[in-house]
T-cell receptor
């Protein structure tokens, strides 16, 4: 069985501040991990993915995430938030068995 | 543009109507998915097709009926829906089900009256 927990359904930061969105997973087999972003009235869009290569993964729009096996975490960060980063963010875990599990999502608000 | 299109984008239907949602992917993928996204609820996986075979039905009520005639097209047939079925229905595709990332369409906003 596998699961994803996103800590904090809402995160608010000031423009220019560090963004940290937390994701913890559980999986009985080596996982493939993803972060997606969803803007209002749109589908989900891939931000970045971890597929057992480098543990620090860089994605689009200046986001990156670090896979930490010992902590079963895959937190998403961005050094400096922009107003355009306001959206909902989803962490997801896949396995080779074909199962995809999404977290409940974190809504990011960016204050001017 | 993700290469996944969905029609219609908005749909209002009565509880006695029959309608269908359509999804098409232009990415050469072999897996397709239907998700339901309701306000204040997690994303719910409904169905998965891999190489045109249904590999997952996540305890979805029979009033939702999927159809995958080929790897590029996916339909969701709707009949006798309930108001609580109102939601955003998202289609996605991936190279195969499993370790690959998914590409999502823009969704169909469904309202059941």
């Amino acid at each position: 069985a596998q699961s994803v927990t996103q800590l904090g359904s809402h995160v608010s930061v000031s423009e220019g501040a560090l963004v940290l969105l937390r994701c913890n997973y559980s999986s009985s087999v080596p996982p493939y991990l993803f972060w997606y972003v969803q803007y209002p009235n749109q589908g989900l869009q891939l931000l970045l993915k971890y597929t057992s290569a480098a543990t620090l993964v860089k994605g689009i729009n200046g986001f990156e995430a670090e896979f930490k096996k010992s902590e079963t975490s895959f937190h998403l960060t961005k050094p400096s938030a922009h107003m355009s980063d306001a959206a909902e963010y989803f962490c997801a875990v896949n396995t080779n068995a074909g199962k995809s599990t999404f977290g409940d999502g974190t809504t990011l608000t960016v204050k001017p | 543009e993700t290469g996944v299109t969905q029609t219609p984008r908005h749909l209002v239907m009565g509880m006695t109507n029959k309608k269908s949602l359509k999804c098409e992917q232009h990415l050469g993928h072999n897996a397709m998915y239907w998700y339901k996204q309701s306000a204040k609820k997690p994303l719910e996986l409904m169905f998965v097709y891999n190489f045109k075979e249904q590999t997952e039905n996540n305890s979805v009520p029979s009033r939702f009926s999927p159809e995958c005639p080929n790897s590029s097209h996916l339909f969701l047939h709707l009949h006798t829906l309930q108001p609580e079925d109102s939601a955003l229905y998202l289609c996605a595709s991936s190279q195969e089900s499993g370790r690959h990332e998914q590409y999502f369409g823009p969704g169909t906003r469904l309202t059941v009256t």
